[in-house]
């Protein structure tokens, strides 16, 4: 089948050009569920952008009535920082114009919400069916007062102006998939909420960072949060309620990279998800392997960042993915200094055993700079 594709303005710019945005929609035969895969959201992690794109090819071999519901497609979805550069290099984290991070900006309907124990106590008597219904129009509305504020005489800055354009695109979402990767070298992994550790199955990646509590800033906190609100609520007033609606944030591999596992890992993830939750009907899905796989769960305190203790060049770092034990070498710091005196070699130890999950690009740090990341676990996954 041919997508649906809709190209939306975001902004003009002094010169007169405009930069926008572009969705490929597979809008199925039958009635169904909306997913809503995005890429790029920062400007260095460029992977989900292939991994799109063969969804994209692999959608148009498929038939109409083969999708149930609609799967919306959004690569390079923030020009702004896509296009980002220094040097070489692709920046893209943060907006130059204030320093945010791109993916810190997102509004969160339940920070607004003020009347939640009210809405709830009304919905009591009604199925679920309604209460998603009539929860989604209250969102609708409060987020539609975002448009009234940028079309008014002092308008709003570029961050506000962006993430209107971008959460309109998702929020009658039923599942939301933001396809990052680390911005240095990273493995795959996926971060994922309290409730939803079933679905997170479908992916087949090995790890997720489980996210408990979030404040509502990230792309997928701010789609998700207000309906994990909701659920409490209900079960706080006697009607506990798991809505299938679902965020996830996909982490794959490096940045400035599209390395082809990742991509074939994210592709092969995506495609079983759509058809475990009934979007996709395709021959061999879902994957007979989909219940049975083993992921290891982690919480975001077990994420242990390591910074240099001294200026100097990294050198004898353990791989990407090594599982080390409290105590041992994960690299040495190879430091010279203006005391006269000859250059040093500084051992820096694992505070706890764990796996190495991010490496920073650069082997040369000044004291205090990022080094690597480790998921602090007590033994090797699958031991």
């Not at 992690?45 to 148009?60: P, R, S, T």
């Not at 550069?85 to 893209?92: I, K």
């Not at 969160?108 to 939640?116: H, N, P, V």
């Not at 090995?206 to 509590?213: A, E, F, M, P, V």
């Amino acid at each position: 089948m041919i997508p649906d594709i809709y190209t939306i303005p975001l902004v003009q710019l002094a010169s007169g050009d405009r930069i926008h945005l572009q969705i490929y929609k597979f809008i199925g035969a039958n009635p169904g569920k909306k997913a809503y895969i995005q890429a790029n959201l920062h400007g260095s992690e460029i992977v989900g952008n292939a991994v799109i794109h063969q969804l994209i090819e692999f959608l148009m071999t498929v038939d109409t009535t083969d999708i149930a519901g609609q799967i919306w497609l959004v690569p390079v979805c923030n020009p702004f920082s896509t296009n980002q550069r220094s040097h070489y290099f692709s920046t893209g984290r943060y907006n130059i114009y204030d320093g945010k991070d791109w993916n810190r900006i997102f509004w969160d309907y339940e920070k607004e919400c003020q009347d939640l124990a009210t809405f709830v106590k009304s919905q009591l008597e009604l199925d679920p069916t309604t209460i998603r219904q009539n929860y989604l129009k209250k969102i609708k509305i409060s987020f539609e007062k975002l448009l009234e504020k940028i079309n008014s005489p002092s308008s709003v800055p570029l961050d506000e102006l962006y993430r209107y354009h971008l959460q309109s695109l998702c929020l009658d979402a039923d599942y939301v998939i933001d396809i990052h990767s680390s911005s240095n070298q990273g493995i795959d992994y996926i971060y994922g909420f309290r409730g939803r550790e079933e679905s997170a199955k479908a992916f087949l990646l090995n790890y997720q960072i489980l996210i408990d509590k979030c404040d509502g800033i990230t792309f997928d906190e701010a789609f998700l949060k207000s309906w994990l609100a909701l659920e409490d609520s209900l079960a706080e007033h006697g009607k506990p309620i798991s809505f299938d609606i679902e965020s996830w944030t996909l982490e794959l591999g490096s940045g400035m990279q599209m390395n082809p596992e990742s991509v074939a890992k994210g592709v092969l993830g995506i495609k079983n998800y759509l058809a475990q939750k009934s979007l996709l009907s395709i021959p061999g899905f879902p994957l007979a392997e989909t219940g049975s796989h083993q992921i290891t769960f982690t919480n975001k305190n077990q994420m242990k960042k390591y910074y240099a203790p001294a200026g100097g060049m990294i050198q004898s770092r353990v791989d990407l993915g090594t599982f080390v034990n409290s105590g041992e070498r994960l690299y040495q710091i190879l430091s010279f200094n203006k005391k006269g005196e000859l250059p040093s070699l500084i051992d820096v130890n694992a505070e706890q055993s764990g796996l190495v999950f991010d490496l920073s690009t650069n082997h040369c740090v000044n004291q205090a700079e990022y080094v690597l990341t480790v998921i602090e676990i007590d033994s090797p996954p699958g031991t």
